[in-house]
């Protein structure tokens, strides 16, 4: 018994409706869209006073994991083959999906205004790290070895299917 109200606390997951309301709420200057039960949030990120300002965007099914891409002419080193934690690439549209957690490491239960979006502002800073260093200093695991990948299109510009959570 005790492992199955474990595993059901495991995979609970605020639905996108109290991300959306968290969302505007914590970035009012931000766009949040809920269509057809997906979450799509748009924001700029300035991760320091002395900082490019970053197209962000969320997008949440309440089902998949999240996918975070960072887009936008802000965005340099995009050819470079050592670019760190992202999944994939586009350096024709100037975006990159990044890679801000390990699959257990996130908490559904939490609002992304409280988790990704900070994620995301630290990666930024660690990111302009990188660019002017050449040395990542965030910390953590690439995804897959941390090769460059295609990027895929995904639902803004048809982002690809999210990989599954948990089951």
């Not at 009012?28 to 924001?43: A, F, M």
Request: with cysteine; aromatic share 10%.
């Amino acid at each position: 018994m005790g492992s199955e109200l474990a595993r059901f606390l495991r995979h609970r997951r605020l639905p996108p409706i109290h991300h959306k309301v968290a969302l505007e709420r914590s970035y009012p200057g931000s766009s949040c869209t809920l269509k057809c039960n997906v979450l799509t949030w748009r924001g700029v990120i300035t991760p320091t006073a002395l900082s490019r300002p970053y197209k962000v965007e969320i997008v949440y099914d309440g089902h998949c994991a999240p996918r975070i891409t960072v887009c936008g002419e802000s965005l340099r080193g995009l050819a470079k083959s050592d670019f760190p934690h992202k999944y994939a690439v586009d350096e024709e549209r100037h975006k990159v999906r990044v890679c801000l957690y390990l699959p257990f490491e996130l908490d559904y239960m939490k609002p992304f205004s409280e988790t990704l979006v900070p994620w995301t502002a630290e990666w930024l800073l660690h990111y302009e790290i990188w660019l002017a260093t050449g040395d990542w200093r965030g910390g953590g695991e690439h995804p897959a070895g941390g090769t460059k990948r295609p990027y895929v299109k995904s639902q803004s510009d048809i982002l690809d299917k999210p990989e599954r959570v948990g089951k």
